[in-house]
């Protein structure tokens, strides 16, 4: 698939209203459709002046979108949090980590322009906002050069929606809506100047700024099917409901240009028996994967995105993972997500590692072998079996595991952005009044799963949504 197509999205419906078939029941200066976290940091920004009125309209019961699934780990380069911690790096070192991850697939000008704003983001929200976030610094995911994840409170991106919410929700001039998805856009001559909302009774609202906030399609099937690898089609969908390219197809409708559409988060350590997330601290701790034969199947420190397919590849598509008590320590209490799964009984403690298999009914031997494999190559400091380099401490018991899956965690293609987040055609015209972000917006994970690394979502969410949020809100001021 080309870096770039052409809508080719197969829907009869009508994304775009004509402005002289409608008269609005209400109006304001910007809309922001969705609050997630792209839609959220987009209001805030655009909100700072006054004189402006934001609203944000959101489908569902309630704020989040995927970025309350999440970490909430944003990544960023030179900030004072690192600073502080006499971390020194450059937006040039964040890019490079995120280009070779993807192949250098990606957008190159635009993955540069986001990681030199990335400290500008986590110092307008520190600094400006008082939202609460620290610097993670005690492991690094998957092909991370640096420690740069800046985390909310328990790493729980439902404590960052949270508390963006509580700054909106503060804000005179700002409302927050749920349970008013917005339908259609409304143009002028392809220049937007409105929205349809709303379910059950539809209003037409006039705005003099949209921005698509709507994330991607990983909850549409018949868009998965259409994009993405055939592995991932039937995976576990562990995303927000609402993620159904509503956003993508309005984009599209006026002639906005696609890219990246086969781009997509997976993940590797669902578990399977409760369906809670079995962060990937774990991996990165040290922690392993083995199929139901006892045998590692793959570098699982490559990434959780592509080792998703990986477990789905195993026989039922379920791998185990395997950790010690150590570990378990390590995580409790830091990670609200490990907390969660530990609630819902997600491991099985046993005093060696033949118990744990016991317990799953895989192979005994095997398994052994591949945990003795792993903690001979951890303490000679060479390879393992299957070339992980990064072994952070041999496994000793006693032992924690659980069944685990891939799922399908959100897509990163989208529309074409520039700069400011505005919309852009294939002959890069601006779609006027139009901006897109997170999943509506291409990403910066190249093709594939293989190109995400970890918090490339939430650059591009957070990222965007605060640059269509000051475009919007300056270009309205002037």
């Not at 450059?90 to 980590?97: E, G, I, Q, V, Y």
């Not at 779609?431 to 972000?437: D, K, P, T």
Request: hydrophobic residues 40%; negative net charge.
């Amino acid at each position: 698939m080309s870096e770039s197509e052409q809508p080719t999205l197969s829907d009869d419906r009508q994304e775009v209203l004509d402005a002289g078939d409608v008269t609005w029941d209400v109006e304001t200066d910007v809309l922001v459709a969705g609050a997630g976290g792209t839609g959220l940091v987009a209001a805030l920004a655009a909100c700072e002046n006054p004189d402006l009125t934001v609203t944000v309209v959101e489908k569902a019961p309630e704020p989040g979108g995927n970025t309350a699934l999440s970490t909430g780990m944003i990544p960023a380069a030179g900030t004072r949090l690192q600073q502080e911690k006499g971390i020194e790096e450059t937006p040039a070192d964040m890019a490079r980590d995120i280009l070779e991850k993807n192949h250098y697939e990606a957008d190159e000008e635009m993955v540069h322009h986001l990681a030199r704003e990335s400290a500008n983001l986590i110092h307008w929200l520190v600094d400006d906002w008082d939202v609460t976030l620290h610097l993670v610094d005690d492991f690094k995911y998957p092909k991370h050069s640096e420690f740069r994840m800046h985390a909310p409170a328990g790493n729980n991106g439902a404590n960052l929606v949270t508390e963006l919410v509580d700054l909106l929700e503060a804000q005179p001039n700002v409302e927050l809506l749920t349970n008013v998805p917005v339908t259609k856009l409304v143009a002028d001559d392809g220049v937007v100047v409105g929205v349809v909302a709303g379910d059950r009774r539809e209003e037409y609202i006039g705005t003099k700024k949209v921005i698509l906030a709507t994330d991607g399609f990983g909850g549409n099937r018949r868009m998965i099917r259409e994009y993405c690898d055939e592995e991932i089609e039937e995976a576990l969908y562990f995303g927000s409901d609402g993620n159904t390219g509503d956003g993508i197809r309005f984009g599209a409708d006026l002639g906005g240009e696609l890219a990246y559409m086969d781009s997509y988060q997976g993940h590797a350590t669902v578990a399977r028996d409760t369906g809670a997330l079995s962060t990937y601290a774990i991996v990165m701790n040290g922690g392993i994967l083995v199929n139901e034969d006892g045998e590692r199947f793959g570098d699982e420190s490559a990434g959780y995105s592509e080792f998703a397919v990986d477990v789905l590849r195993q026989p039922g598509g379920v791998a185990y993972e395997l950790f010690d008590e150590r570990i378990f320590e390590k995580l409790e209490g830091q990670f609200d997500d490990f907390d969660e799964a530990v609630k819902l009984g997600a491991y099985t403690r046993a005093d060696t590692v033949a118990d744990l298999c016991a317990v799953f009914d895989i192979e005994t031997e095997a398994t052994e072998q591949a945990v003795e494999a792993y903690n001979a190559a951890v303490e000679a400091g060479e390879p393992d079996d299957v070339g992980r380099v990064d072994g952070a401490h041999t496994l000793s018991p006693p032992y924690y595991g659980t069944r685990v899956t891939g799922a399908l965690f959100h897509t990163q293609g989208g529309l074409v952005v520039d700069e400011h987040a505005r919309v852009l055609r294939a002959d890069d015209s601006v779609v006027e009044n139009l901006y897109a972000g997170g999943g509506v917006a291409n990403g910066v994970s190249g093709h594939g799963a293989g190109g995400y690394l970890s918090g490339n979502g939430l650059t591009a969410a957070l990222g965007f949504g605060r640059l269509a949020g000051i475009h919007a809100r300056e270009s309205l001021s002037q």
